[in-house]
């Protein structure tokens, strides 16, 4: 159903198929440890409840090859009474389109922000404006 590939912020998860809005695509998987006792490895962390995460640092986990946008097609989901957490489509996905989540505002801000954001808008947005900026600059 998908599989994992080169993508404009590193490695990502590609759909091998067609999900349609609402559909579940993947488990977020690992242990659910304390956030505190958490906190040195935040890359691969999603949150379940207040304290409460997944450490989805495992490569076994294949949801955590699934990059950020700022534009996502995805949104993760905590289901089972706060233990598990999986992906669902927010709107349709092709065979071939990068999976894509908004990681949240506070991962965003602490991470993401200060490198400058590579999702595929972001960088179609930049390419965008550098163009039109050397266009407009004298000859």
């Known amino acids: ?23 579940r695509i993947v488990q977020y998987t690992g242990p659910r ?13 999603m949150e379940v409840d207040d304290g409460w995460v997944i450490d ?23 289901e089972d009474g706060d233990t598990e957490v999986f992906i669902y489509a927010r709107r349709a996905i092709r065979v071939g389109d990068e999976i894509t989540m908004h990681y949240g505002e506070d991962y965003w801000g602490e991470f993401i922000k200060p490198k400058g954001c590579r999702c595929l808008p972001c960088t179609k947005r930049r390419v965008a404006e550098q163009a039109a900026a050397e266009k407009a600059e004298p000859k």
Do not use: W
């Open 1 to 23: 159903m998908y599989e994992v590939k080169k993508a404009s912020a590193g490695l990502g998860l590609f759909a091998t198929k067609d999900f349609k809005r609402g559909d």
């Open 56 to 78: 989805g640092k495992g490569r076994d986990n294949i949801a955590r090859y699934i990059n950020h946008s700022c534009h996502p097609n995805a949104e993760a989901i905590v």
């Open 33 to 45: 440890i304390l956030f505190a006792k958490a906190k040195n490895n935040a890359k691969y962390l």
